[in-house]
Every structure is written in C-alpha cells, then in structure tokens.
C-alpha cells in the first residue's frame, strides 16, 4: 500500500559523464597534433631565457646576502664599541650582541633573499610562525631556561667572574648562557646549572663586597684559660697580614657544651685570601694553642658505680 513513496525514499544512482568516441578522438588527435609541430628551437629558447634568469636572480640573492652579512658585521663592530665606551657587563654584552646578529640575519634571509628569489614572504612568515609555535609547546622547559637567563641578564644576580653558591654547587662564574649558567668548581670541575632553576633559587654571591669574614669554632676542655686561649688566638690572627685590623678580630665563648667551651673566633679579610687564611689558620690553632697549655676535648663520659 505505500509503494507510491518508493520513488521519493529510493536514491538512484548518476551514471557517469562519458564522452561520445568522436570527441574522445578528436582531443587526442589535437594532442598529437600539438606534440608533433612543436617547435624544438623555441622551447630551447624558452628554457634557456628561463635558465639564464633564473641564474641572475640566484646571483643579485648572493650578493645581497653577502652585502648584507657584512652590514651585519658592521653594525655589531659598532654595538661593542659602543658597550666598550659605556661599560656594559660583560654577560649583557654578548647577549645583545647573538640577539642582534640573529634578528639582522633572519630579516636578511627572509625578507630580502627570499623576496628576490621569488617566494611568498608572507606564507613563509605563517609557517614559520606555526612551527614556532608548536616548536615552543614541544620545548616549554627550554623556553624556562631562555626565559631565566633573560631574568639573570637583566637582575644582574651574579656576573661573569663572580664566585657563588646555587642548587648545592659553589664555583666561579665563567659564562652566562642563554639557556644555563656555567660555573668552574674549586677543583675545576665545569658544571651547567639551567637558568630557568638558578634564577628561583636562593643565590649566595660571595663576589658582591671585597671584604669577607672568616669563622673558627674551637673547643677548649673545662678548666683550660679562657683568657690565655683568647690572647693566643688574638696574636696569632694580628701576625697574620691578611688579616685586616678594622673591623679587628674577635674571640667570643660562644656556648657551653657537654664536652667542651667553644670559642667563636671572627676575623675580616679581602676576598681573594679567604680560603688561604682559613686553612692555614686551622693548622696553626692546632699547633699553637696545646703549647699555652689549652686542649682539645674529645666527646666522653662518666659512669658513677654505686654498691649497695
């Protein structure tokens, strides 16, 4: 009873477009018509105009890129004269200076080159764009890492030279990089620290002032000469000409311990003769304070017998 609908639910397929023979003939024969009166001599012509063309354009893109790169010498010869005559820091100075090079070489190649190559700039740009991008989600801790070294070179937390401690390592600064921060170790071992960690955390700068204090804590047995111990040490501090005389040594008692009294011993030098006047002094303390009749305790205890 509802066949009268079938025609409207029912989907018929289209039969495909085919040419009638004769128009098939006759596009292949003007094909081979076209193939057979071509002449060779001015397609020869042709891809010759073509070729020689094309060859100029690579030549003027060479020499505008050469031209150009030595612009770019040019004007980074005159940034570090100019940071020379101004003093910048050593770290920003050569940060400056990549970035400049970098940004004039891509403007160089991107817009001056290719445009006279002949390529779009501007789908160049959208593409290079996009692969930035997605270059930067894949790459998010590096960006971190450039991000704090841009953070380092303009806080100015530490320079190039400077001794410090970060993330449970101390050396001197040998370089400033973008993505890390290169220290040399006391035993010249070079480590990379990233920036994107440095630049967070807690910094000891030592290179900051030209003073510095040297500490000693000594242990003295109960019942030796506070007084003789002090005057002992004071002598040997005022002998010592690295030791500066203002702020002037001190010798405290710093605390009463179960085995011994300690004695804080604080004494200012220049930066550069820390470490020599710290060991060296250990050594002489050692030697020096059994002679004025003062030892070194060492952690004991008594046991008390009771009878019964």
């Known amino acids: 009873m509802w066949s009268f609908l079938v025609p409207f639910f029912t989907e018929t397929p289209e039969a495909p477009l085919i040419l009638p023979d004769s128009v098939q003939k006759a596009n292949l024969a ?7 009166h071509l002449d060779v001599g001015d397609m020869l012509r042709s891809l010759l105009s073509e070729s020689v063309w094309i060859l100029v354009k690579i030549l003027i893109a060479l020499a505008i890129y050469f031209i150009g790169r030595w612009i770019v010498r040019r004007i980074v010869r005159l940034l570090d004269a100019a940071f020379e005559r101004r003093q910048v820091d050593t ?3 050569s940060f400056l200076r990549n970035t400049v090079k970098v940004v004039f070489t891509l403007i160089l190649l991107m817009i001056v080159v290719v445009q006279t190559l002949g390529v779009n700039v501007t789908s160049l740009i959208a593409l290079f764009s996009a692969a ?7 790459l998010s801790g590096t960006a971190q890492n450039f991000a704090g070294g841009v953070m380092i070179l303009l806080m100015k937390p530490y320079r190039v030279g400077d001794f410090i401690s970060a993330q449970g390592q101390s050396g001197t600064v040998r370089e400033i990089k973008l993505f890390s921060t290169v220290i040399t170790t006391g035993d010249n071992q070079t480590i990379y620290i990233p920036n994107n960690s440095i630049a967070t955390a807690i910094i000891d700068n030592y290179s900051t002032s030209e003073t510095r204090r040297v500490d000693w804590t000594i242990g003295i047995s109960y019942g030796d000469d506070v007084d003789a111990a002090r005057r002992a040490l004071l002598d040997l501090l005022a002998a010592d000409s690295r030791v500066l005389t203002d702020p002037a040594p001190v010798v405290w008692v710093a605390a009463l311990a179960d085995s011994s009294v300690n004695l804080s011993v604080r004494a200012w030098v220049k930066n550069a003769d ?4 710290f060991f060296e002094n250990n050594e002489k303390i050692y030697k020096l304070l059994p002679l004025k009749g003062i030892s070194f305790p060492f952690p004991q205890m008594d046991v008390h017998v009771k009878q019964n």
């Open 30 to 36: 003007e094909a081979v018509n076209k193939i057979i």
């Open 91 to 93: 770290s920003l100075r």
């Open 132 to 138: 930035t991008l997605a270059i930067g989600m894949a």
């Open 274 to 277: 820390y470490w020599d006047v």
